[in-house]
């Protein structure tokens, strides 16, 4: 009972935490306005150069105007690059102890890594000697001393690299999520949890997980410390971890599979940079996922070194907007649709109805080609195996040889030279007949992934590709839903998947525009080419990345098998960290995808992790969600829960509609808890979702059970658990993840459909 007290003491601090998060916020807001005034006062002596540098060129002489030149490319180069780096720069900050020496590197830090001796006094408590605000640049303020300190800067390395296991001097480490000049928010890893760390007199106050974390390793007795080393042991593996092959990582709801994902993309950057220039990709299931990876390790996409992308955003130029049903993302998902996809890559040629007969005129002679010599000329093309866009050059030798034979050319000549040249001759005139150029347009068009999706969208003609491998109502209900506005996530992985079948021509080289500043006098001389801005240089690298270093799948046993094909063509010859919990798999057919993905992930040798700790969700909640855990997967062993909270979830009947009931709950939550609130609804309720919780503010979420995979919330609101049971045969594990997202309070609002008892716990949350 000792134990429990001092358990229920620890998460009592943990709620007292969250309070300062408004304060921490405006601390954060303080200092981003002060280097904010320092940046502007920098663009003014930027364009002060600038203007000095013109007038310096009035003296006229050959010296005057090299050095005027000179300058004004310098100080255009740097008036771009604050320009650029301007907006959203500042994302990070880290605490240190005192280190065991006392020198300062280029940028005003402190260059020791590990801290001195007997900076932790014997009490446990210790100060924090120095803090450095970590962005995209750095800046100085008017003593030369660190406002914010460049990411790529020595100094900046303990942000990346500092684990709980070897913290380092970092007490510490926040990441700052802010927009142009706001700071949105602050979250905290504690990297000395055992530690009372006092900050210019007062006790270091942390945010987030990081609270949760504090609280519990300074519990008094040995059990709380235990659950924290083992925490911290079993996430440092994982970052570790040599990424020679396959990293895969397996874990429960809370146990930090995410984050662990995340800093070992910062671990491996940042210990091989050179092995990584080729990029490392995060591939995360929905959107919100990713704007709370971009959150949490923001600086990463600098430099086009780290691609950051929701599964519907990989392929350039499309992006996912609408749902699937559940019927229909299981077709479009299995690997039965490659194919069809096949058959539709060939038989989009003739959706626009081809010509059927071919006429040139060569030699004095009118040749022509009947429907079905074309159509055996046609088939012999598609019998190669190349792409079906690099095939038509074959098509197109494959007339010119059907044309020639009708000519009579080849008997004209015995000599082998001369006939080469008469053939040579022949193709050349056919060839630059306007008559056959727009023929081999009509007949053989190059095609786009698009367009060949678009052509799906007929029921009859989909029928007739997907005859025995769709049953008629899956062909029905994928020719519908492609004959809606926008794409869904499955569909990006048909478009990616067809871009490889089809193939893209060589494309001549678009010259690169001039800057107006490689114009100015003299400036060719001394450096042809102006700088490109970090930004710049990201997106152009990330346009012409098609693969990568290391790939980083998050939540991976919800992709599908035609999205692991997708994943693996950006992969080919990487390294491989798969982070997933086949319990809350969302797909139906779980060994189809296993199987897709040891493909992808070739023959690789595997490095198996699994974390056991759940310190996101509260005893009360893990306990009640492993109820349909065993529903969803019997035998399978929920992740231990290592505090608890006192409040069991809450139970509420909806009478009539939902409306009503859900606005009345999600209310009251907000009340209790100081941060966010989501609120779980049935996919095909997401809208409906809205309009009830319209003028609730911002810190209340609706979203649809698909949504919710890998977040989190202060509170949770799940409606109708049948229906979200019910949507899909994956269903239960649908659930589960649902009920496993609030780090402090759950609601369940039942319906009809949940035959709640009198206390109003549904049927599938009974005991």
Excluded: C
Excluded at 224 to 241: F, G, N, P, T
Excluded at 252 to 275: C, E, F, I, N, S
Excluded at 426 to 443: P, Y
């Amino acid at each position: 009972m000792a134990a429990q007290a001092q358990h229920d003491s620890a998460v009592e601090s943990v709620h007292a935490h969250d309070s300062v998060r408004e304060r921490e916020t405006g601390v954060e807001q303080a200092h981003l306005d002060r280097v904010y005034r320092r940046l502007e006062e920098k663009i003014h002596e930027a364009e002060f150069l600038m203007r000095d540098a013109a007038r310096r060129g009035q003296v006229g002489t050959p010296g005057a105007l090299a050095e005027r030149d000179a300058q004004v490319f310098r100080a255009g180069i740097h008036l771009n690059r604050l320009n650029n780096e301007f907006e959203d720069f500042l994302f990070g900050r880290i605490d240190l102890l005192r280190g065991k020496d006392g020198k300062k590197g280029p940028d005003g830090a402190y260059t020791a890594v590990e801290p001195a001796e007997g900076v932790v006094r014997e009490d446990g408590t210790a100060d924090i000697a120095e803090t450095l605000h970590i962005g995209r640049i750095g800046v100085l303020d008017e003593d030369y001393a660190p406002l914010v300190i460049d990411w790529r800067a020595p100094a900046a390395a303990p942000f990346y690299r500092s684990t709980p296991v070897d913290p380092g001097r970092v007490v510490r480490r926040r990441v700052i999520r802010s927009k142009g000049r706001r700071v949105l928010g602050v979250e905290d890893d504690l990297m000395r949890p055992e530690l009372k760390a006092f900050l210019d007199g007062d006790e270091l106050p942390v945010i987030g997980d990081g609270a949760l974390m504090a609280a519990l390793g300074r519990a008094r007795g040995h059990t709380m410390r235990d659950i924290v080393a083992s925490i911290q042991a079993e996430q440092d593996l994982v970052i570790r971890a040599p990424a020679a092959s396959v990293t895969y990582v397996e874990g429960g709801p809370g146990t930090g599979k995410t984050a662990v994902a995340l800093h070992r993309a910062a671990y491996l950057l940042y210990q091989d940079r050179r092995r990584y220039a080729g990029g490392i990709l995060i591939v995360s299931p929905t959107p919100l996922l990713v704007a709370y990876t971009e959150g949490v390790l923001p600086s990463l996409g600098e430099e086009g070194q780290v691609a950051i992308r929701a599964i519907g955003s990989l392929v350039d130029g499309a992006e996912a907007t609408v749902y699937d049903t559940p019927s229909v993302a299981r077709a479009k998902g299995s690997y039965r649709m490659l194919k069809v996809l096949r058959k539709a890559a060939r038989g989009a040629l003739e959706v626009n109805e081809p010509p059927t007969r071919l006429r040139v005129v060569a030699f004095g002679r009118r040749l022509e080609l009947e429907s079905a010599e074309l159509d055996r000329i046609r088939h012999t093309a598609l019998g190669g195996t190349a792409p079906v866009n690099l095939l038509r050059p074959r098509a197109r030798r494959l007339l010119l040889d059907a044309l020639w034979a009708k000519s009579g050319g080849a008997g004209r000549h015995t000599d082998p030279e001369l006939a080469a040249e008469l053939r040579s001759s022949f193709d050349e005139d056919v060839t630059g007949e306007d008559s056959f150029i727009a023929f081999l347009d009509a007949w053989w068009p190059e095609l786009t992934p698009g367009a060949v999706l678009a052509a799906m969208a007929d029921e009859r003609r989909l029928g007739r590709w997907a005859r025995r491998i769709l049953n008629p109502g899956e062909v029905r209900r994928v020719a519908r839903s492609l004959r809606r506005d926008g794409h869904s996530v499955h569909d990006i992985a048909l478009l990616d998947e067809l871009q490889a079948i089809l193939g893209t021509p060589a494309r001549p080289r678009r010259k690169r525009e001039l800057d107006p500043l490689d114009q100015l006098t003299g400036l060719e001389e001394l450096m042809p080419v102006r700088e490109e801005s970090q930004r710049e240089r990201a997106e152009r690298l990330a346009q012409e990345r098609t693969e990568y270093a290391h790939v980083i799948v998050d939540e991976a046993q919800d992709l599908t098998p035609m999205q692991w094909r997708m994943v693996g063509r950006r992969g080919r010859h990487a390294t491989w960290t798969v982070v997933g919990d086949p319990a809350q798999s969302s797909w139906s057919d779980p060994d189809e995808a296993a199987e897709a993905r040891d493909e992808a992930l070739g023959t690789r040798p595997r490095r198996r992790f699994e974390l056991t700790v759940n310190y996101r969700n509260p005893a009360e909640i893990a306990e009640l969600a492993s109820k349909v855990l065993a529903l969803a997967m019997p035998g399978a062993k929920a992740p231990s829960a290592v505090r608890s909270t006192g409040v069991e979830p809450r139970y509420a009947v909806a009478d009539g509609g939902f409306g009503h009931t859900v606005r009345e709950e999600a209310a009251r939550l907000l009340d209790r808890v100081d941060g966010t609130v989501g609120v779980v609804v049935a996919m095909n309720r997401r809208e409906e979702a809205r309009r009830w919780l319209a003028g609730l503010g911002d810190r209340v979420v609706a979203l649809g059970s698909l949504e919710a995979k890998g977040l989190e919330y202060d509170a949770t609101l799940v409606v109708s658990p049948a229906e979200i049971a019910d949507e899909s045969p994956a269903g239960l594990r649908v659930l589960y993840v649902a009920l496993t997202r609030a780090t402090q309070q759950l609601t369940v609002v039942s319906g009809e459909r949940d035959e709640p008892d009198a206390s109003g716990v549904p049927d599938l949350l009974r005991d």
